[in-house]
T-cell receptor, first 113, second 116 residues
């Protein structure tokens, strides 16, 4: 059974703080993703990584960066948090060998005040 | 690029009724269409998927239909139960190359409420 975990379920940060969200998967998946979920907007892709140290911008990368130093771990970084980054953040992983099923983590609800 | 539109955004039904959620996609090369269910406070989970070489797929009370000509696909839930209440997301993808990343485009979601 695939397990994707995220470092925090809830996080409250102040405007301007640097924020790290971490995601770990245990299925040796090549691909990892960070999505942002907002009501009425569905799941929007922020960044993805298809290999260690490789990353690609998704649909809404502005204000975010990512890091993938190890295959199982994918970090989302908010360099200077802003109130419009208050949202639910979902990490996901998938295998290149399979259909593009997404295995999601439990999500981190980030509030920036 | 691919765009997926999902309707309705909210759906309210009585227990035992059927529920239908519809999605349209723009890229005719899309060939894989999964549906995810997200219960309140939980992660999205795959509930059913369909590939472009079939027109319909069933799994107990849920079914998905695909019309490639019209570029739309639908989720059908029969005999709805309160535990079907959730947000449902459709998605579309192209899989046709070995290796690499298969982009998955999600619809905006449908909030289904099943009332006892």
């Amino acid at each position: 059974d695939v397990k994707v975990t995220q470092s925090s379920r809830y996080l409250v940060k102040r405007t301007g703080e640097k924020v790290f969200l971490e995601c770990v998967q245990d299925m040796d998946h090549e691909n990892m993703f960070w999505y942002r979920q907002d009501p009425g907007l569905g799941l929007r892709l922020i960044y993805f990584s298809y290999d260690v140290k490789m990353k690609e911008k998704g649909d809404i990368p502005e204000g975010y960066s990512v890091s993938r130093e190890k295959k199982e771990r994918f970090s989302l970084i908010l360099e200077s948090a802003s109130t419009n980054q208050t949202s639910m953040y979902l990490c996901a992983s998938s295998s290149t060998r399979d259909y593009p099923w997404r295995y999601f983590g439990p999500g981190t609800r980030l509030t920036v005040t | 690029g691919e765009n997926v539109e999902q309707h309705p955004s909210t759906l309210s039904v009585q227990e035992g009724d059927s529920a239908v959620i519809k999605c349209t996609y723009s890229d005719s090369a899309s060939n894989y269409f999964p549906w995810y269910k997200q219960e309140l406070g939980k992660r999205p989970q795959l509930i059913i998927d369909i590939r472009s070489n079939v027109g319909e797929k069933k799994d107990q009370r849920i079914a998905v239909t695909l019309n490639k000509t019209a570029k739309h696909f639908s989720l059908h839930i029969t005999e709805t139960q309160p535990e079907d209440s959730a947000v449902y997301f459709c998605a579309a993808s192209k899989k046709g190359f070995s290796g690499g990343y298969n982009k998955l485009i999600f619809g905006a979601g449908t909030r289904l409420a099943v009332h006892p």
